[in-house]
């Protein structure tokens, strides 16, 4: 893959074909993408790569917006390239890993790649106040064996975090020992005021 047509998929704000792209690269192939990765992550972070504004806003406010839909996908598909090509020292730097939409494209690159460094980066995320990925993304690694069960007091603000937002969605409390899953579509934007820990698919056991 070249730089451009990574940087072409990226702008197509399509997570799921950019994870499906990076899934055979090798990690010298990898290696070779992570500039280009890394510095459109920070021109998307930036506002310098943005999405167009629409509606009632758009009158007001004209040109382009960091907020929305176009402006999510894409920054969800810059996190999937910097977590799919470059080192550890980048990955740190991301927040908003988007798995709350696309969390299959986040496991699939994740797994495809299988970082030596995941550990530590997924240690280092839960130590953040906001860690930026949902309680059933990180529930998913465990469960397949792509990392090990994190031991930190974020593994578990984040899990109860999850459990708070499930029970916000159903109405029925929801403890981590009952091993149930819902379908709860765009659960954090619709029923949880907001909860940015809730995903698509939301799981009840601790994994």
Same mark, same amino acid.
């Given at each position: ?7 072409? *998929? ?9 994870? #499906? ?5 090798? #990690? ?28 009632? *806003? ?16 894409? $920054? ?6 910097? =977590? ?12 908003? *890993? ?21 550990? #530590?980066?997924?240690? $280092? =995320? ?31 603000? =984040? ?49």
């Amino acid at each position: 893959m070249t730089p451009e047509a990574l940087e072409a *998929l990226i702008l197509a704000r399509q997570p799921d074909k950019l994870a #499906e792209a990076l899934s055979p690269l090798s #990690e010298r192939d990898r290696r070779s993408l992570s500039k280009t990765a890394s510095g459109i992550y920070r021109r998307v972070w930036n506002g310098e790569i943005q999405s167009p504004r629409r509606g009632a *806003l758009a009158s007001l406010m004209g040109g382009m917006t960091k907020i929305g839909d176009g402006w999510e996908r894409l $920054h969800a598909g810059a996190s999937l390239a910097v =977590l799919g090509v470059c080192p550890l020292s980048q990955a740190k730097r991301l927040g908003w *890993l988007g798995t709350d939409r696309y969390q299959d494209a986040f496991l699939r690159v994740i797994e495809d790649r299988r970082s030596d460094w995941l550990q #530590e980066w997924l240690e $280092h =995320l839960l130590a953040q106040e906001w860690p930026g990925v949902s309680w059933d993304a990180v529930s998913a690694l465990v469960k397949r064996g792509i990392c090990e069960r994190p031991r930190s007091d974020g593994y578990i603000r =984040l899990m109860a975090n999850g459990m708070a937002c499930l029970t916000r969605a159903t109405g029925s409390p929801c403890a981590p020992s009952v091993s149930v899953s819902w379908r709860i579509r765009d659960c954090s934007r619709k029923r949880c005021g907001g909860c940015s820990n809730a995903s698509t698919t939301a799981s009840a056991s601790t994994g």
